[in-house]
């Protein structure tokens, strides 16, 4: 049982049905006139949009880490400096890691949850428009609404977590989650892969929702199973979208800063700052907004890196 046998099977079912008719040959579009000055025109609009909010602020950013440009005072030029000073800034270096390991933690059960939720509501049985709100939901509601209570929930002799833990005689109900480095680490992470398997979910959905019934039929015909038909079937077809929810988590991931802003603080310490949270921390509490940029860049070139390669990735699957 192989993905080109189910294939091979679905196109000799669909080429045995007919198509019931003739289909005439396009005409040939005649006589039309190319406006270049008014498709320029158009796109003006778009252009003036990108360059001011997208290409300036990053050509100015890139200025700003070539300076030791302080918040408030005069700076001046100072080459590559600040790049050079990255590798030495522990600060930053944590925080890198920090981010990493974060990335790491949940990137994959957000593709996990996502998908296994996309299965449970794809057929249109009782209760799979319910659900598929009810599993959407914490996405709309927005990662800093969510943090904010999941902040109130998680207080040692208040929070709704504990008193349940506590019925269940899990724990003692007074658990400080929020001052240790691994219990804030892995109660952020639940919060962030219940929050965003819900739009995984969505991307996943569609993707098999335009896959054709022919497929599954043909393997229903040469007895495969779930799995089988999970494998060869859902899966290469789906392809293009699972690495577009991967690129998706993991740039959310590097980006990750309201969720440990809100629950956190960094802390204990310095333990839970992600690179932005550090950035945060260097322009506008240290005021050392040339060093910020400079960071800001290398972040903005890995993001870029990633955002290529799931171009290559969508690419080599369509």
Same mark, same amino acid.
């Given at each position: &049982?192989?993905?080109?046998?189910?294939?091979?099977?679905?196109?000799?079912?669909?080429?045995?049905?007919?198509?019931?008719? @003739?289909?005439?040959?396009?005409?040939?579009?005649?006589?039309?006139?190319?406006?270049?000055?008014?498709? &320029? *025109? =158009?796109? &003006?609009?778009?252009?003036?949009?990108?360059?001011?909010?997208?290409?300036?602020?990053?050509?100015?950013?890139?200025?700003?880490? /070539?300076?030791?440009?302080?918040?408030? %005072?005069?700076?001046?030029?100072?080459?590559?400096?600040?790049?050079?000073?990255?590798?030495?800034?522990?600060?930053?270096?944590?925080?890198?890691?920090?981010?990493?390991?974060? @990335?790491?933690?949940?990137?994959?059960?957000?593709?996990?949850?996502?998908?296994?939720?996309?299965?449970?509501?794809?057929?249109?049985?009782?209760? #799979?428009?319910? /659900?598929?709100?009810?599993?959407? *939901?914490?996405?709309?509601?927005?990662?800093?609404?969510?943090?904010?209570?999941?902040?109130?929930?998680?207080?040692?002799?208040?929070?709704?977590?504990?008193?349940?833990?506590?019925?269940?005689?899990?724990?003692? %109900?007074?658990t400080a989650w929020l001052v240790n480095t691994n219990l804030a680490l892995a109660a952020t992470c639940v919060l962030v892969i219940w929050f965003a398997s819900g739009?995984?979910?969505?991307?996943?959905?569609?993707?098999m929702q335009g896959i054709s019934d022919d497929l599954y039929e043909s393997a229903d015909v040469l007895g495969a199973s779930w799995w089988e038909k999970e494998r060869?079937?859902?899966?290469?077809?789906?392809?293009?979208?699972?690495?577009? #929810?991967?690129?998706?988590?993991?740039? %959310?991931?590097?980006?990750?800063?309201?969720?440990?802003?809100?629950?956190?603080?960094?802390?204990?310490?310095?333990?839970?700052?992600?690179?932005? &949270?550090?950035?945060?921390?260097?322009? =506008?509490?240290?005021?050392?907004?040339?060093?910020?940029?400079?960071?800001?860049?290398?972040?903005?070139?890995?993001?870029?890196?990633?955002?290529?390669?799931?171009?290559?990735?969508?690419?080599?699957? @369509?």
């Open positions: &049982m192989t993905q080109e046998t189910i294939q091979t099977a679905a196109g000799q079912r669909w080429a045995g049905r007919g198509t019931g008719g @003739t289909t005439r040959p396009g005409k040939r579009r005649t006589g039309i006139v190319r406006r270049p000055k008014i498709g &320029m *025109l =158009f796109v &003006m609009p778009a252009f003036v949009f990108v360059a001011v909010f997208v290409l300036f602020p990053l050509g100015f950013a890139i200025y700003m880490s /070539l300076t030791n440009w302080p918040l408030i %005072g005069a700076y001046h030029f100072s080459g590559v400096h600040n790049y050079a000073a990255l590798g030495k800034d522990p600060g930053f270096i944590h925080s890198v890691l920090f981010t990493l390991l974060y @990335t790491g933690i949940v990137t994959v059960p957000i593709l996990v949850v996502g998908y296994g939720l996309a299965v449970l509501i794809r057929s249109n049985r009782r209760g #799979s428009v319910f /659900l598929r709100t009810a599993f959407f *939901l914490p996405y709309v509601i927005g990662l800093p609404t969510l943090s904010y209570i999941i902040l109130l929930e998680l207080q040692p002799n208040s929070g709704a977590v504990n008193w349940v833990l506590a019925r269940l005689h899990i724990t003692n %109900g007074a739009l995984t979910m969505v991307l996943l959905l569609g993707a060869y079937v859902t899966l290469p077809l789906v392809r293009p979208t699972i690495a577009l #929810s991967l690129i998706i988590s993991i740039i %959310g991931s590097f980006l990750a800063f309201n969720q440990f802003f809100i629950l956190t603080q960094g802390g204990p310490g310095t333990s839970t700052f992600t690179v932005v &949270m550090w950035i945060y921390q260097t322009a =506008f509490v240290q005021l050392h907004v040339g060093a910020a940029a400079a960071m800001s860049v290398v972040l903005i070139a890995v993001v870029g890196v990633i955002s290529f390669v799931q171009f290559l990735l969508l690419r080599s699957n @369509t």
